[in-house]
């Protein structure tokens, strides 16, 4: 698991609401400071001398307790008990660490050697630390995580308002057959933007536990539907020579650097449709992302028809019997993609003039 995921994972797990995070608290307003390994295995066992092995259930109440003993205390999150009390813990001492503070210089090497997290609280500066694959992470009040993910929820709703506005010019824009590799590549990189600061927000709603109920809200509202159009995207502008499952290359648009997202030549080249040089060329869509906005239309329906027309300016001009002779399409269905293209077509027009 990536750093930032595994990170992520702990920040959920001491977030606001969850008993570990009570436990913390108490630790805090009891003014003193504890060392928390948030794991149990043999290597653990092999860096302990020392202390007493409990093993009993996790209580906020037995944390504070335990804390006030010198030594570390060993959890076993997945059962929910505590292993381990009053423990020294010896890592290797040619571990690397910044730290300087005995407390965190262990938990530091700890939780390199072990690959478990560890937290710590300090007594001095009352702070509540994470250690997670040689990463230190300052666990901060709900109000502070709460102000930057409200600041990353104002750029979210910019970034998608903009998203919505290229979209609909795409729908328009296919309607009348004009696409070039740019509009295809500007629609693409406005959706992985979007994307990449709906992540941002949701590792702000994990950290925020209980506090987070209604950033929860309003990240789903303004991400739907993101994720199923850029995956019709690229079903509708793959290269012939490309998987049908636009998987590899929704990766390879994930792998950009930041830096090279707002160049719309590197997003056409990870998109496989061209380069700097082809973005007036222009393009044909097959027609995945109008169809999907027929009502009650069936995925596996919507994949027949584009096999059968190959583009959406075929499925357009495309008459009621010509319709019926795809495999799941009665007459009603028929009738119903035709209504439905012909609307989408009419709002798309309308739109952008």
């Not at 901060?140 to 709460?146: I, M, T, W, Y």
């Not at 809200?217 to 539907?225: A, N, R, W």
């Not at 199923?228 to 012939?240: G, N, Q, T």
């Not at 584009?306 to 001009?317: C, I, K, R, S």
């Amino acid at each position: 698991m990536p750093a930032d995921d595994t990170l992520a994972d702990v920040l959920a797990r001491i977030a606001p609401g969850t008993s570990l995070r009570d436990g913390l608290e108490r630790i805090l307003r009891g003014r003193t400071g504890a060392l928390i390994v948030l794991g149990h295995d043999e290597v653990v066992d092999d860096l302990s001398t020392g202390g007493f092995e409990i093993d009993v259930p996790f209580t906020p109440t037995a944390l504070r307790e335990l804390a006030k003993m010198d030594g570390a205390i060993v959890l076993a999150p997945a059962e929910g008990r505590i292993v381990r009390a009053a423990t020294h813990l010896m890592p290797d001492q040619r571990i690397g660490s910044s730290e300087t503070g005995t407390r965190h210089r262990t938990a530091d090497r700890v939780a390199q050697q072990t690959g478990f997290p560890v937290v710590t609280v300090s007594q001095s500066m009352q702070l509540i630390a994470v250690y997670v694959e040689g990463r230190r992470h300052v666990v901060e009040g709900s109000e502070q995580v709460l102000a930057r993910a409200n600041q990353a929820v104002a750029t979210l709703e910019r970034y998608r308002t903009r998203l919505d506005e290229v979209t609909a010019g795409l729908s328009a824009l296919e309607i009348e057959d004009l696409v070039t590799v740019r509009d295809v590549a500007v629609v693409a990189q406005r959706q992985e933007m979007v994307t990449r600061i709906a992540r941002e927000v949701e590792n702000h709603v994990r950290e925020l536990g209980t506090d987070g109920r209604l950033l929860s809200l309003q990240l789903d509202e303004l991400v739907s539907g993101v994720m199923e159009e850029r995956a019709l995207v690229v079903r509708d502008y793959r290269p012939d020579d490309a998987p049908v499952e636009p998987t590899e290359t929704l990766e390879s648009l994930e792998s950009l650097a930041a830096s090279d997202l707002v160049d719309v030549g590197a997003v056409a080249r990870a998109l496989g449709i061209g380069d700097a040089s082809r973005l007036d060329h222009p393009l044909s869509a097959r027609g995945y992302r109008l169809l999907a906005r027929v009502p009650r239309l069936p995925a596996a329906v919507v994949s027949r028809l584009v096999e059968q027309f190959g583009t959406l300016q075929d499925l357009l001009t495309a008459s009621t019997e010509q319709l019926l002779g795809v495999d799941g399409v009665g007459e009603q269905r028929a009738r119903s993609v035709r209504e439905g293209l012909s609307r989408l077509a009419e709002s798309s027009i309308l739109d952008r003039y």
